[in-house]
């Protein structure tokens, strides 16, 4: 703009000479705009939130939620129970990806206006850039897939409480008193726990830039002495649970990842008043004080890029580089995929990853639901106890692998547990009803998939799946029941025992047993037994042999000079001897060894069996 004196003498501002320029200023996208746009896409196309729904038994405290009234009546039997039931709900939202992005997203929004009008209203303007560390935490909370909407639901509820306390201009104490204790008590009886930083900052706001002492004490008594009137005397809930609902505090493992960027975003804005005001408490007149104005405000570019934005822009891009898991990622995305049963993708991402217990044990799944699990098992990193998952327990991965190996009942067990320890997860109901179809309960079957057929998003599958329950009761024409049926083992058997053994001896034809059996004999290296059950039960089960039970085949017959019976090719003949040959050709130094026939024989039998490890090792 130009400015031009008048005949009058007055001022008058024309147009700019660049119009140009002009528009661009008039028109440029705002932080605001720009930040949340970039928020958006990250959470659509790097943070994949169904994965949480999804949990791969590392999300432990994801919520049930039933569109039922007598389930919805429980949440208003607590303080806090409102917040808690509007965050389960909107957790349900997860279930589609770019839902819960939306929902991750318009939260970070709402936490940006609460900050900007608390700061504000403190006169803090200068420091608004702090209206975008709320949703930079929610940024590291999900790059970190963990779970905690209730407690910053709780924490948007009380800053939303103090945007509104702060509208409310009172000239006198009595008035204030009053706005503050109807304030309190609505989002005490919403948040619980959460209300208390919804004090701590109406209290710091009246003590330190109000200098009304007599207000702020006041509203500090009501807010210690609220949560056991309304909490312990009217609700009867403990004096713990009355004051620490919803707070960092209430969370039953203090060591659980990600919960400290909780206490930072209950902190933060707490954190901040108590800094400013203090500081102008004690500097503010004085010569010793000193205005932040023109380093922190300084002139702004052409396009409106000041010190402000910089740090902001730096924030960001630090945050998303340092904070962002995609090895995380890739376990949950592993687990979803073969819940999904899509077994291409899940060999896809594992394409180069370093080794993991619940990993190998989906790898083994995806390889044998391929075919591949006797020719490319030794592509793979590999361990005998993730094989079954007898190393270390993890009953949430264990279910699905025994149904389908016909440990029906092992299977029912895993999942009742998973029940007690994760809720009444949709997934969870949904297998209980198969087990039960396959069992015929057809009772229980009902009960479970009754009870799917209130959680959103799994209304449809459970009414077909009760659809085909009265069209055909014994499912009959179901193959996949069926199928599963004629694979369960109806030996009793202690958890120590055999299972895949017994599961052969009731049914030689069990293929997924005979192979699983066969892939650990390989990875413990029992050649003799590998040849026994190779005899008895190969014929039955396959129609040719495949790569590794062909380099066990011939090692086995080589290393006790036997004549080669079996008709194993002369591909694998040839390979034999070059590998014998090439390590021979090492000597005894066996760090050689693996260096020199890693390339052309890393994911052989041969390999493994001689030099330990595999080639993706």
């Not at 930040?35 to 038994?57: C, K, M, N, P, R």
């Not at 589609?96 to 929902?103: I, L, Q, Y």
């Not at 340092?322 to 993708?345: A, E, G, I, M």
Request: net charge positive.
């Amino acid at each position: 703009m130009t400015v031009r004196q008048n005949q009058d003498g007055s001022n008058h501002r024309g147009h700019d000479a660049h119009p140009k320029a002009s528009f661009w200023h008039a028109f440029r996208p705002g932080q605001d705009v720009i930040f949340f746009a970039l928020f958006t896409l990250y959470f659509v196309y790097e943070i994949d939130v169904s994965l949480l729904y999804h949990g791969a038994g590392l999300i432990g405290n994801f919520p049930t939620f039933y569109m039922d009234w007598d389930f919805l009546a429980r949440f208003l039997a607590y303080p806090g129970g409102l917040v808690e039931g509007a965050s389960a709900f909107l957790a349900q939202l997860f279930f589609h990806a770019w839902a819960g992005a939306a929902v991750v997203t318009i939260q970070a929004w709402l936490f940006s206006l609460c900050t900007d009008g608390i700061l504000k209203a403190m006169h803090l303007e200068r420091w608004r850039i702090l209206r975008f560390a709320p949703p930079l935490l929610l940024l590291v909370m999900y790059s970190s897939y963990t779970f905690f909407l209730p407690m910053t639901v709780g924490c948007l509820a009380a800053m939303a409480g103090v945007c509104l306390y702060a509208k409310w201009k009172t000239a006198g104490d009595l008035p204030g008193v009053m706005s503050f204790l109807l304030i309190s008590i609505c989002l005490y009886v919403a948040a619980g726990g959460a209300y208390l930083l919804f004090a701590v900052l109406c209290v710091l706001s009246e003590l330190l830039f109000n200098r009304r002492w007599r207000l702020g004490m006041i509203n500090l008594s009501v807010g210690i002495v609220l949560p056991y009137g309304v909490g312990v005397l009217l609700y009867r809930i403990r004096c713990f649970d009355a004051y620490l609902t919803l707070l960092p505090a209430s969370w039953k493992d203090s060591t659980e990842v990600g919960l400290r960027n909780v206490y930072a975003l209950y902190a933060i804005l707490p954190g901040v008043l108590a800094l400013f005001g203090i500081w102008r408490c004690l500097f503010k007149g004085s010569k010793r004080y000193v205005s932040p104005r023109s380093f922190w405000c300084g002139s702004q570019s052409t396009f409106g890029w000041n010190f402000q934005t910089l740090v902001l822009m730096g924030l960001t891009t630090g945050t998303v580089m340092f904070c962002r898991n995609p090895y995380l990622k890739t376990l949950f995305q592993v687990d979803y995929y073969s819940h999904q049963r899509q077994w291409s993708k899940v060999l896809e991402l594992v394409k180069g990853k370093p080794y993991h217990y619940l990993v190998c044990h989906a790898v083994d799944r995806a390889l044998y639901q391929t075919g591949q699990l006797g020719s490319h098992m030794f592509h793979f990193p590999q361990n005998d106890k993730a094989l079954l998952l007898t190393g270390k327990e993890a009953l949430w991965q264990k279910f699905d692998t025994y149904m389908d190996l016909g440990l029906i009942n092992e299977a029912e067990n895993a999942l009742m547990i998973c029940i007690e320890m994760y809720g009444e997860r949709p997934i969870l109901l949904q297998r209980l009803a198969k087990i039960n179809m396959i069992k015929g309960n057809l009772s229980d079957a009902r009960v479970y998939l009754g009870a799917l057929s209130r959680v959103p998003f799994w209304r449809d599958q459970a009414g077909h799946a009760l659809a085909k329950l009265t069209q055909d009761p014994d499912l009959s024409e179901d193959q996949e029941i069926q199928r599963l049926r004629a694979l369960m083992l109806r030996t009793d058997f202690v958890t120590n025992r055999d299972a895949i053994a017994l599961l052969l001896k009731e049914n030689p034809r069990n293929h997924m047993a005979y192979e699983y059996r066969m892939a650990w004999l390989l990875m413990n290296r029992k050649l003799d037994d590998f040849m026994v059950l190779f005899e008895q039960c190969h014929a039955l089960n396959a129609s040719r042999i495949p790569r590794h039970y062909e380099e066990a085949i011939l090692l086995s017959r080589s290393l006790k000079n036997q004549p080669i019976k079996e008709a194993v090719s002369q591909d694998a003949q040839k390979q034999l001897l070059a590998f014998v040959k090439a390590l021979k050709g090492c000597g005894r130094d066996k760090a050689l060894a693996k260096r020199t026939l890693k390339g052309p024989y890393g994911d052989s039998y041969l390999y493994y069996y001689f030099l330990g490890g595999s080639g993706a090792s």
